[in-house]
């Protein structure tokens, strides 16, 4: 092809037709233009169906990563709901000696809870530098708001959460030098995982009857409240993460079914 044009310009300086050449030329540049045009067109379309890919696959990856939120917020939103029931339990049914031994020690719950957003597929998308997924910018925004803002506002508040625990729950402190922690307690601080029991000697009636007094004094009932107002706060937070991420499986479903 090169060598039949080539063969046309010889042809027509050698018969001196000057104004046919330049015609001829201007011409032959617009033809290499116009190549030009379509090869980097076709390298950006084949660019642009990689980007796709690409992006279609980190959802998907990430539609797992959603899953596995609901799935761990749930179970904390049941946790938590069981600890709430019980510090109302205990807070509107504690007064005599027939009260549970094992609800009494639930009640004493300090317990704090570290779930997290898994953001384990945003991580690769960002440290790959892909800010936006191609093809799927409807819903860029709001995964972008869900482990921006969202997972802020969940590290804040279990932060907030675990310090209240550790630092201004002393009240296992006071209690163990009175009351002696039992089999039951020793179970449900060990999660199960204790292959040994060891009885108490402390007076059984008298082990109830401390545990009974201080749930019923000003510092325990401060307790119960403050345990309420943190187990309140925190359900809220895990609830909307929830519906949140539930929210954006459903919406990565209907991005990922219209590719097909």
Do not use: C
């Amino acid at each position: 092809m090169i060598k039949f044009f080539r063969r046309i310009r010889y042809d027509l300086m050698e018969k001196n037709k000057t104004g046919k050449y330049l015609k001829y030329a201007i011409g032959e540049i617009i033809l290499v233009v116009i190549g030009i045009l379509i090869a980097l067109q076709i390298n950006n379309w084949n660019e642009s169906r990689k980007d796709f890919a690409k992006s279609k696959n980190y959802l998907s990856e990430m539609k797992k990563d959603l899953v596995s939120d609901t799935i761990a917020f749930n179970r904390a939103i049941k946790s938590i709901s069981t600890s709430i029931d019980v510090g109302e339990w205990a807070l509107n049914r504690i007064h005599d000696n027939t009260s549970p031994l094992d609800s009494l020690w639930m009640s004493f719950d300090g317990t704090y809870w570290d779930t997290s957003i898994n953001d384990r597929t945003f991580q690769r998308v960002q440290n790959a530098g892909d800010s936006k997924f191609i093809g799927f910018e409807s819903i860029t925004d709001e995964i972008n708001y869900y482990y921006g803002i969202t997972k802020k506002r969940v590290e804040y508040k279990t932060s907030w959460d675990e310090k209240e625990v550790s630092e201004n729950q002393s009240y296992m402190r006071d209690l163990e030098k009175y009351i002696e922690i039992d089999e039951y307690r020793m179970d449900m601080e060990g999660a199960g995982t204790l292959e040994k029991s060891f009885s108490i000697r402390q007076d059984a009636s008298e082990h109830l009857r401390m545990m009974i007094d201080f749930a019923n004094s000003i510092r325990g009932r401060n307790h119960f409240k403050n345990n309420y107002v943190r187990h309140s706060r925190l359900l809220d937070i895990f609830k909307a993460v929830k519906e949140t991420a539930t929210e954006l499986i459903i919406k990565i479903n209907k991005e990922l079914e219209q590719t097909e």
